[in-house]
């Protein structure tokens, strides 16, 4: 996975320079002189002798010395000859195709072109990003093969891999103009992906020294699973920060009009980020944040955090926000450090009250800044500190900064800060910043980046577990038999019995009187369901009976049931009824699986009811899971408290419940043939759960 | 309400100007000569006789000309003697105290200092601002009495009141010092409000030309009441936009921390705000961002949104904003307008898919955003327009910020721009601002300062509306008798029939022999509750039993009761016991109302169930409410849905509902004695009503 030809070529031949302004062949020999590259850079255009200084060449074939990358911005027709050349020549290794007007028009000749390019390239042994792509840049070898105007190429540990060009681009353009810039070392934009594929720089970026940080732009992927999988392995060694749009219902309409793909279900790939490690911001400010974060500081090695400010407001902010991402927890000081700080700092100084919060008062000098975060970073319980300040006029920013600088890097944890006071603060920032201590614009995003550096803490920790053998299950005959005759319901309930998936004791009766002599075994009360292959959703037809209490309800409600599911299903068909005992009454939830379109077998958990319904709490992952993800699966949903004993009840069985969904995310990852998996209520106990209805589709 | 003394004086005193550069006294002179203020500035030190150029008086008293407002830097003791002066002088109108050490520390005889301060200015027509003031700003006058460092003022339509000193400059000191700054028009630091409180500058800058946006920053207040009083006066003219933090659990327990008080509950903020017109925003960007919008644009005529972008990645980017603030609908644009946009537009432009959102592609030029502009902003279906822009390297951004400001400038709806390509775009931004355009750094931005804005369309609607004219209910009696008895359950059903709350036929039984007829009577089946003052949550004690079916089943629950609540509170008095018809199914509901520490009384309203309450999906409003006020709690809470109609069942009796919500909010309001009511459950049907339970404490 070597893109050093790409990242750190010694020679750029730019294929299609133009001495015209306007055009992108010039912005990129531009942006090359601009920047200073350190290596050899020829332009090729038979129609000149000279662009801005470098020699022109009228073909590929006419430079004299090594060619390592190519960018060629031709017209998509006049590529592949362009290919032929760098065939001829032999020495090319890669090259980024900025021309579009290949795959991504769906044109079939177009999208032959594109193979045909790319297959000469692999028989010449040159790598290709693109094309319909914006272009690559380093900022350490000083590259930039974009047309993108005037980047300011600023030093950081950021690496980016952008599905938009132009976002990707404008992002860069944002940061470095920043009053206080934010920097970066590589960017690729994606492309067409016909051969180098995010996937690959992804890999690329983990073995390289000079990223520390991995930021991702995303609109939506079709190898899913693979992004997960090689995500993962990715994540454990580097921070991976995603921005992947189409959160809510209007943006995902947005994006699958834009990608012309279906985006994939939001919950979907929020639970796949989560099983591998990757961070997920929502916008583009706590994108650049959270990863100047991460490429500036040490991961924390847990989730106490100490907010240490000079001024109140801020300082709320900051906790709203942490309360609000809810991944940290407020460290709770020592005795010890409560009491050096209060020795330390002016008197009006508010010291861990609330826990994990010091209000060192606007009195506090830079000294005191100094030795307070000190102090704090000392203290075991403390696992990062977000340090606030308004700087006063009594107080010298850029001393501040060097005090603080030089504490921070006394200790192995992470300090984030907030200067709040504009160009005040800009030198204190940069001073800062060279010390290695990152400076945020607003409390309330350090505090963001915070909570997700304790979320990679987090998220590591769910990288790895015990893993399951998985199920060596033949269902084919179940399979077979559901096809046949419809009867899903019955298959369903062997099928995971196959799973070892208990469900309720139903008994299947055909007549009234098989009912009788059911009932008569089961003892009342019972349920009754009625078996139909038209009906899904038995209760919306009345279909399903609570509490039969005797024989004589028992018949009375069979025969009711038969007109009125006939009465609002016209047509269809009886096959008979199932018996049950009243369960006890327990927490409802539900275990769902499926087949999504990207991420393939996913399994779902949420509560239960009609109103959770509403609430839309539910959680995916991608199937098979550990047992460890599920448990986080159950912990995750917003009502979780009531599995812990919610007002006086027992807590539940969370560790049969979470052996449930590891059991159902293995039958829908094993069983293709399955389509759809709910059980749906199942009922919860002090010990044990209840399958109360499971309906399979196949 | 005039305070053009504070921001339009003619003439300033500084008392206590000092020629050190690290004193407040010294930053205050500079601030005032750095801007030019265009009045006069008169030092005040008996040490001096010039700073900064300017010629230095002892004493007040020494001045020649006349002094319209002063500034006072002295000591807190020193302070009563600089107001003899004043009082002496007799041309003083108006004095901001930056000096603290008064009632903000709690020490008694500091308190009284701050008041006899106050009596003196009272009695010589002195108003004051502060003490512990950072001091006051106004751009147009070019006054800066604060001694925050070179806040940087650019002239704009937005006016400040914080409750922070410290956090309110250094706001000013960050938008001043954007590369493209923010502008403000006047700034106030409320500091003690000693006299001038918050709700007065409110008021001056509701009256004040050059105030086009009110923005508020908060920690908490005491007299809310009047705070909401006077906004929702001040609102219907002029839009107010509040950064209230405290927003968490957290927030809230620093904010209590930070200013010694209560910062009452956070859901009771949010509805005083909803009904008083404000505009609550989330952060301090967002509040610059939407402070920027309204003062710039007109307010939307209604909630239709078009997207206009030239790329992906941005408009999905604002989609998925609009998505979550919730607070717009998309335009769907006519057909001509589609057909128009088609033609204008380069072939692979995506117009009105999804609806409502158009992508012009990358190879729209300058004349066609402004022709694209135009045609959507002339289209009666749209109310406001949100413009996206990655400026390619074809495009001349000023050209496009020329034409694009020209087309906006001729539509009387709000256009919001984002222009993202850092320095590459400043100039262009420029031009767009000149032209009345705001621009914003960040797609989400700009589609958040909409959705802020439409979300004040919708809340002007709720400003005015039908009033109640209360109900004139003497309750004094049934008061005395829970206050003598305590039994407080059957006065609340009294009290509640007395305001035409209905609650379920329920009978009152002492004995197991009126048990008995009364359930003749009523018919089985029947609900069973214990009555004892002992015993407020009567299910988690075994008090409550449902679905009684017959004679027997009575009498063995009323003795099982007995024994079970015996069991648990152990001493309860068992006065006896309610029974009513069990109530057939229905959605559940909660309606609640009591006392709030900052806002009196008022009213809640939620989803009931255990699951809700995990949830916390619930809305407040001050009491009373209005019918239109009620009706927009319930479409408020999150699981709305459910009255609808949910899932093929009936929809709900919402007119009822709100009827009963108006009704306990009057209760609440005029029943000072009446310390908290809740009626749990409420079963709502297609029709009308059933208040199952009611819980009313004295």
């Known amino acids: 996975m070597n893109l050093d030809s790409f990242f750190a070529p010694k020679s750029v031949a730019i294929v299609g320079a133009s001495s015209d302004e306007g055009k992108a062949g010039h912005q990129i020999l531009y942006n090359m002189k601009r920047l200073g590259f350190s290596g050899q850079v020829y332009p090729v255009n038979p129609n000149e002798t000279e662009i801005l200084g470098y020699r022109c060449y009228p073909s590929l074939l006419d430079i004299p010395s090594e060619v390592e990358l190519m960018v060629v911005v031709v017209p998509a027709p006049a590529v592949p000859d362009v290919f032929r050349h760098a065939a001829c020549r032999g020495d090319v290794r890669a090259a980024v195709i900025v021309a ?64 938009s060009g132009s976002l990707g681009a404008s992002i860069l353009m944002f940061a470095g103009d920043q009053p206080v810039p934010i920097g970066f070392n590589k960017w690729a934009h994606v492309g067409n992906m016909s051969d180098v594929d995010l996937l690959e720089i992804l890999k690329y970026y983990k073995h390289d020294p000079e990223t520390r940080a991995i930021a991702v732009y995303m609109e939506g992927i079709d190898n899913a699973r693979e992004f997960v999988d090689t995500a993962k392995t990715v994540a454990r060694d580097k921070p991976i920060i995603v921005l992947k749009v189409g959160r809510t219902e209007l943006g995902s309409n947005a994006a699958a009009s834009h990608t012309g793909s279906l985006a994939g279900a939001d919950a979907v790939y929020d639970g796949a980020f989560i099983q591998s490690g990757i961070v997920r911001v929502r916008n583009i400010e706590e994108l650049l944040d959270t990863a100047k974060a991460f490429s500036m500081q040490p991961l924390p090695a847990g989730d106490r955090i100490c907010i240490l400010t000079e001024a109140g407001g801020p300082g709320i902010i900051a906790m709203d926000d942490l309360g609000e991402a809810g991944t940290t927890r407020l460290a709770d000081l020592a005795p010890e450090t409560v009491a050096t700080l209060r020795e330390i700092l002016p008197p009006m100084a508010i010291v861990n009250r609330p826990k994990g919060y010091v209000d060192m008062s606007a009195a506090a000098n830079e000294i005191q800044h100094a030795q307070a975060l000190d102090v704090v970073l000392a203290d075991p319980g403390v696992d990062g500190v977000i340090l606030l300040t308004v700087p006063p006029t009594f107080l010298r920013p850029e001393e501040l900064g060097t005090r603080v600088g030089e504490v921070a890097r006394k200790h192995k944890k992470p300090v984030l800060a907030c200067l709040l006071a504009g160009n005040w603060v800009k030198q204190a920032r940069q001073t800062l910043e060279t010390a290695g201590v990152p400076t945020f614009d607003m409390p309330e995003r350090a505090a963001r980046a915070m909570s997700n550096m304790v979320k990679r803490f987090h998220l590591l920790k769910g990288l790895t577990g015990p893993t399951s053998p998985g199920y060596c299950v033949d269902a084919s005959d179940l399979i077979a038999r559901a096809r046949k005759d419809g009867s899903q319901e019955l298959v369903a309930r062997e099928l995971l019995m196959r799973y070892q998936i208990e469900c309720d004791d139903y008994r299947f009766v055909r007549t009234e009187k098989e009912a009788l002599e059911s009932a008569e075994s089961l003892g009342y009360p019972l349920v009754v369901k009625v078996v139909s292959p038209q009906v899904i959703h038995k209760s919306d037809v009345g279909g399903v009976k609570l509490n039969i209490k005797s024989a004589q309800e028992l018949t009375g409600c069979i025969r009711k049931m038969g007109i009125d599911v006939q009465q609002k299903v016209p047509g269809a068909t009886i096959l008979g009824y199932l018996l049950a005992q009243q369960a006890p009454e327990g927490v409802e939830v539900i275990i769902g699986a499926t ?69 159902v995310s293995h039958l829908i990852a094993e069983q293709p043939d399955v389509k759809d998996i709910e059980l749906n209520p199942v009922r919860l106990y002090a010990t044990g759960y209840k399958v109360l209805d499971a309906r399979v589709i196949i």
Do not use: W
């Open 100 to 163: 579009a007007g290949f795959s991504e028009t769906g044109i079939p000749e177009r999208v032959e072109l594109e193979k045909h390019i790319v297959e000469i390239a692999r028989n010449s042994g040159i790598r290709v990003i693109g094309p319909n792509c914006v272009g690559i840049m380093n900022e350490r070898a000083k590259l930039d093969t974009t047309f993108a105007p005037n980047i300011n190429q600023v030093p950081g540990g950021m690496s980016v891999i952008t599905q």
């Open 595 to 663: 087949h999504d379109a990207q991420m393939g077998p996913v399994v779902m958990f949420g509560l239960g009811g009609t109103l959770v319904e509403l609430y839309k709490d539910v959680v995916f992952r991608l199937a098979p899971v550990r047992i460890d993800e599920a448990m986080h699966m159950i912990e995750s949903v917003k009502g979780a408290a009531l599995f812990k004993g919610y007002r006086g009840a027992r807590p539940c069985d969370v560790n049969a419940l979470a052996d449930l969904i590891v059991k």
